[in-house]
């Protein structure tokens, strides 16, 4: 398969959103690229697919998918088909499992938001991979011409020479005489190592010559020379005494001059970034494997991350994004450390080998670097600032060389999320923190996919006009077998971080719908449940099927269903979250906007939003008894709400005098702990059965 952009490219996508697959194919289309893609979302067809020889020129993965993932994917391409590229395609991908599914053996990985990289990536992956299949197939030609023993004289594009035992030219073939000049061709009496061999190889070439005299027939002897500038790779074996010739040798020549100067450009291109000029990643990794520093000496490798340049390159183009490059690589060339070995080992990133005893002498020069970068670069007439972030790690002993380069990338992030610090030395427990997330998000994997381990508290939430439970807000928990129970801060951010955010909603929706008419069958009055939704799926533009499809397999009537959304998930794209809200609406399911007042609400959008309820942040009604701003804003919230016509819900109330306070200002619903803590299901069912009630006199 060329990597030729008019050939059909044959694509195994990995994916479970057709949305998401057609924006990949439409991005490599409108590449200019001829695609043939066959989509699979599970395991059993993705084997199927590379089970098929030559069907698959590239895979393209999600990173997550609900019944399977890209890691898995990843290996399972490794053990059956190594030679097919594998990129990730994914949504959230973070730089050090990144890197880590680099090392494992993906090509690249692109992110869902930034498909324009999409087209190069998979042209050079499968560049690579041709030049991988390539390089093979000649290396298999060379070796079956430095076997050649015939004779023949009219082998096709072989300087075929024949020579008697004194290395007389007896008779040549055509491709033989193009490199020689005509003098060459019109002399008297020719020798083969003055013909083709450079001055200074010719005592070589006589030396193989005499060496073939003592080596037994069909044993051949190869060697290298160059014929007027061309390069030359020659293979001779000696003819049995038998043979009705006057030749003593046949010498069988191959020009490689092409060859070796492709094989010079993949070693650069292999080596060397072509943007700055500087070695790259696997160069910088050999050079690790290589000291040269005198015994005792300590090294160390540096890290350095810029930023803003991916957005430098999205609106000024490749070109303007490579000047600076070679102006960063220029200043750390001439900075405090420039005689020592610097890489270029990422689009954004550098990695500088230097020798330094210990921490504190390095604390000036890595603060020198930061200056220097941080100084402004000149592009087309105008200042353009980049920021930078360095991390530093130690190369102990006997440690591999990728260990020292992802020790150091990961102390490069650390010092990247942290405000004011510039650059970080390693820690070994930034590792420990990484391994314990990846092994954590592997867990939720895991839990998502059995019935034992997520499940749901309920807090009720109380009218107070009447003191009776009219809803029930769905709380999502974890029975981890490892850790025990977790609340929903210990992994719900983690399923954000990880993708895994959508189907961890999904989940908490389908057993809220399921636990509502359990409630409703036992002959329970039936109540509200709400259930949050993640900004995630509030942007998904099927979640409307998603909502009828729980309520139709749990059998739930859409009006005892309340979807929470927070006040700043509307504002991420207002106009879609007004439409899918609508779509809610009209199908019958109750919409409240949680935590408000602390987002940053557009109110022409909130007076159009089809809600039913706002809900008052807790950190508002906390204090509202001791802090009179609070309760200025909980009484603004309430009268807000009324004047749209929606019912006001205050979170958090832990005390009396926080409901009395709330029951004066109009508030319509509370929730918290002055009623009760969340709670298993089987306490809901005791509390609906004993029709539980805030006494009269505390509403006020």
């Not at 102390?411 to 590792?431: C, G, I, M, T």
């Not at 034992?452 to 439970?469: E, M, N, R, T």
């Not at 974890?478 to 993708?499: I, K, N, T």
């Not at 739930?556 to 979807?563: C, G, I, K, S, T």
Request: net charge negative; aromatic share 6%.
């Amino acid at each position: 398969m060329s990597a030729h952009p008019k050939r059909t490219i044959h694509i195994l996508q990995l994916e479970d959103d057709t949305d998401d697959a057609e924006l990949t194919c439409r991005a490599l289309r409108d590449a200019g690229l001829s695609i043939d893609v066959q989509l699979v979302c599970n395991e059993a067809d993705y084997r199927a697919r590379l089970q098929q020889p030559g069907l698959v020129d590239i895979v393209l993965s999600d990173f997550s998918l609900p019944d399977y993932d890209g890691l898995s994917a990843l290996i399972l391409r490794s053990t059956l088909v190594p030679e097919v590229p594998f990129i990730f395609v994914t949504g959230a991908l973070g730089e050090e499992r990144a890197v880590e599914m680099l090392h494992i053996g993906a090509s690249d990985y692109v992110l869902k938001g930034n498909l324009q990289r999409l087209p190069a990536a998979v042209m050079r992956a499968l560049a690579e991979a041709d030049e991988v299949r390539i390089r093979d197939a000649m290396q298999k030609q060379l070796k079956a011409e430095r076997q050649l023993l015939s004779a023949v004289l009219d082998t096709s594009g072989a300087l075929i020479v024949l020579v008697d035992q004194a290395g007389r030219i007896v008779r040549m073939n055509p491709a033989a005489t193009a490199p020689l000049s005509a003098a060459q061709r019109e002399a008297d009496e020719q020798y083969f190592d003055t013909l083709f061999a450079a001055e200074d190889e010719r005592n070589v070439v006589s030396e193989h010559l005499a060496h073939l005299c003592r080596l037994p027939l069909g044993m051949p002897v190869s060697w290298r020379a160059t014929v007027n500038g061309r390069l030359v790779l020659w293979s001779a074996a000696r003819l049995s005494d038998q043979a009705e010739t006057p030749g003593f040798a046949v010498m069988s020549g191959l020009d490689i001059t092409a060859q070796e100067e492709a094989e010079q450009q993949a070693y650069y291109l292999r080596h060397f970034d072509s943007a700055s000029g500087l070695p790259n990643r696997a160069l910088l990794l050999l050079r690790m494997r290589q000291p040269t520093q005198p015994v005792g000496e300590r090294m160390a490798l540096i890290m350095i991350g810029l930023s803003r340049l991916q957005e430098i390159r999205d609106s000024l183009g490749d070109e303007a994004a490579n000047h600076l490059l070679r102006e960063v690589s220029r200043r750390l060339m001439a900075g405090p450390l420039a005689g020592d070995y610097l890489a270029k080992v990422g689009d954004d990133s550098f990695a500088l080998l230097c020798a330094a005893p210990e921490e504190s002498a390095l604390n000036a020069p890595l603060q020198a670097m930061l200056t220097q970068l941080h100084e402004p670069y000149m592009l087309d007439g105008r200042f353009f600032f980049l920021a930078a972030n360095l991390g530093v790690a130690f190369c102990e002993t006997g440690a591999p060389p990728e260990e020292t380069l992802q020790a150091a990338t990961m102390a490069q992030h650390q010092a990247a999320q942290q405000q004011n610090e510039n650059y970080r030395f390693y820690q070994p427990l930034l590792s420990d923190e990484a391994r314990s997330r990846l092994e954590l998000e592997g867990e939720l994997h895991a839990a998502l996919a059995v019935d034992d381990q997520l499940f749901l508290d309920y807090q009720p939430q109380v009218a107070l006009h009447s003191g009776q439970i009219v809803g029930l807000e769905a709380l999502i928990r974890w029975r981890h077998p490892r850790l025990g129970r977790l609340g929903p801060m210990r992994f719900v951010p983690l399923a954000e971080s990880c993708g895994l955010i959508a189907a961890l909603g999904d989940k908490a929706l389908h057993m809220a719908c399921q636990q509502a008419v359990s409630w409703q069958n036992s002959g329970l009055p039936p109540v509200t449940v709400a259930v949050n939704l993640s900004a995630v799926q509030w942007s998904q533009p099927d979640l409307a099927d998603t909502i009828r499809q729980a309520l139709a397999q749990s059998g739930l009537a859409p009006a005892w269903l309340e979807l929470e959304l927070t006040e700043s998930a509307t504002m991420h794209n207002p106009v879609a979250t007004l439409a899918t809200m609508q779509a809610l609406r009209d199908m019958g399911v109750q919409l409240s906007i949680d935590d408000f007042g602390t987002g940053f609400c557009n109110l022409s959008y909130l007076k159009r939003f089809p809600v039913d309820k706002l809900k008052i942040d807790q950190s508002f009604v906390r204090d509202i008894t001791t802090q009179p701003d609070d309760l200025v804003i909980s009484q603004l919230v309430v009268a807000m709400g009324h004047l749209l016509h929606l019912s006001v819900v205050a979170e958090g109330v832990e005390t009396e005098g926080q409901l009395a306070l709330l029951a004066e200002a109009g508030c319509d619903i509370i929730q918290g702990y002055y009623f009760s803590r969340p709670v298993s299901p089987q306490a809901c069912t005791s509390m609906l059965a004993a029709d539980r009630r805030v006494p009269p006199a505390a509403c006020g």
